[in-house]
Structures are given as structure tokens and as C-alpha cells.
């Protein structure tokens, strides 16, 4: 994806490759991602017309603690907060090892079946 966009109006057309990347989404519903707060949040809802701006559900904090609140932002409407990267959310350093098996788990059903 980084290289289609890399090579976007040489390569790519890039209406083409805008309409292609809003279908597919840079963030489909269930990955995982690190805020700038780094808060990790799974994306819960893409927003259409703003592939890098879903709604996303925090689920550990900076520190790989479990956050308990239901803390949904809509990245949409808030212009403080972004996505800083995609995690791979089984490969987390996390403080909480239940979360931990938890992202695991998931992850594991979902490959499996």
C-alpha cells in the first residue's frame, strides 16, 4: 500500500488509487493501531472519505495497562488524536497478560476458522 501511494500520479492514477484505498480502507474494521497518545485502540468503524481517520476503541494504555472505560474516539472529529502506526496486536509488549492472551486468542480464532 505504502509503494501504490509512494508511486501515486506516475505509476498510479491517483483517482484511481484514492477510490481503490477507500474500498479496501489503510485500517479495516478489527486491526489494532497506536495512537499518538500511545494508546493502542482497535478500529472499530471506517469513516467514508477518510481512510486515515476510523473509529477506534482504546484498549491498552501507554503503559500496556488494559483500559477498563469504553473509550471510543472518532478520529474523525478529533483532530488532536491520529494513528501513528499498525501493530500486529500479538507481538505487544504488554503489562497486562490477560489482554495479552486476550489479543492472542482473538487473533488465533480468527486465523483458524
Do not use: H
Request: aromatic share 6%; proline share 4%.
Amino acid at each position: 500500500m505504502k509503494m501504490m501511494i509512494r508511486a501515486s500520479g506516475s505509476d498510479f492514477d491517483t483517482d484511481i488509487l484514492k477510490a481503490f484505498i477507500e474500498k479496501i480502507s489503510l485500517y479495516p474494521p478489527g486491526s489494532y493501531v497506536r495512537l499518538n497518545s500511545d494508546e493502542i485502540a482497535k478500529v472499530v468503524k471506517v469513516n467514508p472519505g477518510l481512510p486515515t481517520r476510523p473509529v477506534v476503541k482504546c484498549v491498552a494504555n501507554g503503559k500496556g495497562q488494559k483500559i477498563s472505560e469504553n473509550k471510543i474516539i472518532d478520529l474523525a472529529a478529533n483532530s488532536v488524536i491520529c494513528i501513528k502506526e499498525a501493530v500486529d496486536e500479538t507481538r505487544l509488549e504488554l503489562t497486562d497478560k490477560r489482554l495479552a492472551l486476550e489479543l492472542k486468542a482473538v487473533r488465533w480464532w480468527v486465523k483458524n476458522f
